[in-house]
Antibody, heavy 120, light 107 residues
């Protein structure tokens, strides 16, 4: 059974940093891309970032480029999101998702998410 | 950026009805579209990928199709568990983009 478990969310002030972690199991982690998708309260889904299976290729939404860094540790089956210079508008539930198909980044399996609140 | 526009925003339907949800893309692409279902307090669930392929364990009452820049999710006979928010997502070009969602509510 595929499992994705996010952690690391919390309440921070604008300008602060936080690191999210997504621990995975139940699939061949090194083979597949991973991504973060967020959802602000009462809003829709927003793709944030993605990383290739090898970890050598990364992608970011313009809204987080230069502030967020995605990485992965294939020895631990874990993906991370380092979030710096946090803004109020980054407040959202952050989901980790994998993409096990070919031909592009669809999101096959999702974690339950971790809540980030940025507020002074 | 490819903008995905879903319609309608909310749809009130009765159990047993057939329902069609629409998702229109601002640019043309083929096949790289997914549909997700999200229930309150839950993570999204992949329903359809490749515009028309059902994901694992998704019931046959869910189907997807495409025509030009218009993508459609059809639920042939609504069950009580199908009342949720549905999102489309394109994965043809970066950045990946989602539609704003269609809420299915009980009539």
């Amino acid at each position: 059974e595929v499992q994705l478990l996010e952690s690391g969310g919390g309440l921070v002030q604008p300008g602060e940093s936080l690191r999210l972690t997504c621990a995975t199991s139940g699939f061949t982690f090194t083979t597949f891309a991973m991504a973060w998708v967020r959802q602000a309260p009462g809003k829709g889904l927003e793709w944030v970032s993605a990383i290739s299976g090898s970890g050598t290729v990364t992608y970011y939404a313009d809204s987080v480029k230069g502030r967020f860094t995605i990485s992965r540790d294939n020895s631990k089956n874990t993906v991370y999101m380092q979030m710096n210079s946090l803004r109020v508008e980054d407040t959202a539930r952050y989901y980790c998702a994998n993409s096990v198909g070919r031909g592009g980044l669809r999101f096959d399996n999702w974690g339950q998410g971790t809540q980030l609140t940025v507020s002074s | 950026e490819i903008v995905m526009t879903q319609s309608p925003a909310t749809l009130s339907v009765s159990p047993g009805e057939r329902v069609t949800l629409s998702c229109r893309a601002s640019q043309s692409f083929s096949g790289t579209l997914a549909w997700y279902q999200q229930k309150p307090g839950r993570a999204p669930r992949l329903l359809i990928y490749g515009a028309s392929t059902r994901a694992t364990d998704i019931p046959a009452r869910f189907s997807g199709s495409e025509s030009g820049t218009e993508f459609t999710l059809t639920i042939s006979s609504l069950q009580s568990e199908d009342f949720a928010v549905y999102y489309c997502q394109q994965y043809s070009r970066w950045p990946i983009t989602f539609g704003q969602g269609t809420r299915l509510e009980i009539k």
